[in-house]
């Protein structure tokens, strides 16, 4: 800012303002998640991605750019590809980062229709060529798109069919990709 006195031009002290966030309620947060994926095989399946993405927090206090304050959670170890409760992609927009509901709905959409979807293609793929094969439950199929939503889903499902007697069924795939199994499990087992 300037203002003009007499004949001499005087200049303002610039002023820095930083807009960070705040702690959002654990208890909207839930809410929030539960009605998002409220069809679901298992409605509070998205507490619990949240819970080990960004251990149920939008922001965490830190300092960015020298300025301590709540901003928003990002991933780490690869210099913060993905942000936020349900650790979307910063490719996608902004909001996701500062929005805990657009984050919220970005993430339920990319698991029902990319990761559902898949663990769907895999599933048919090994009962069209597995004759006999049942269906996944709800539930199971759920574990095989956590897989995917987590950093593991490049080495393989969480189940694979078998050989049992004269038919097939489904088996953990503890030796195949222990981690990504590990991943779906760790989730299911912190749903709040």
């Given at each position: 800012?300037?203002?003009?006195?007499?004949?001499q031009?005087?200049?303002?002290?610039?002023?820095?303002i930083?807009?960070?966030?705040?702690?959002?309620?654990?208890?909207?947060?839930?809410?929030?998640?539960?009605?998002?994926?409220?069809?679901?095989?298992?409605?509070?399946l998205?507490?619990?991605?949240?819970?080990?993405e960004?251990?149920?927090?939008?922001?965490?206090m830190?300092?960015?750019y020298?300025?301590?304050?709540?901003?928003?959670?990002?991933?780490h170890?690869?210099?913060?590809?993905?942000?936020?409760?349900?650790?979307v992609?910063?490719?996608?927009?902004?909001?996701?980062?500062?929005?805990?509901?657009e984050?919220?709905?970005?993430?339920?959409?990319?698991?029902?229709?990319?990761?559902?979807?898949?663990?769907?293609?895999?599933?048919n793929?090994y009962?069209?060529?597995?004759a006999?094969?049942?269906?996944?439950?709800?539930?199971e199929?759920?574990?095989?798109?956590?897989?995917?939503?987590?950093?593991?889903?490049a080495?393989g499902?969480?189940?694979?069919?078998?050989?049992?007697?004269?038919?097939?069924?489904?088996?953990?795939?503890?030796?195949?990709?222990?981690?990504?199994?590990?991943y779906?499990d760790?989730?299911r087992?912190?749903?709040?």
């Amino acid at each position: 800012a300037s203002a003009v006195v007499g004949s001499q031009t005087l200049m303002a002290t610039p002023v820095i303002i930083t807009v960070t966030g705040t702690p959002i309620p654990e208890d909207w947060v839930t809410a929030n998640f539960v009605s998002l994926y409220a069809s679901g095989a298992t409605p509070r399946l998205m507490t619990g991605i949240a819970s080990v993405e960004s251990s149920y927090k939008q922001f965490e206090m830190r300092t960015l750019y020298k300025y301590p304050g709540y901003w928003p959670t990002e991933s780490h170890q690869d210099g913060g590809s993905h942000i936020g409760l349900m650790m979307v992609s910063t490719s996608l927009a902004l909001k996701n980062a500062w929005s805990w509901r657009e984050n919220s709905m970005e993430g339920v959409t990319e698991f029902v229709r990319d990761k559902l979807s898949a663990a769907s293609r895999v599933m048919n793929k090994y009962i069209k060529s597995h004759a006999g094969l049942r269906k996944l439950t709800g539930v199971e199929l759920e574990k095989m798109a956590l897989v995917y939503y987590g950093p593991y889903g490049a080495k393989g499902p969480y189940y694979l069919p078998a050989q049992q007697g004269s038919g097939w069924t489904w088996v953990k795939n503890a030796s195949g990709n222990p981690n990504g199994v590990a991943y779906a499990d760790s989730v299911r087992s912190m749903m709040k």
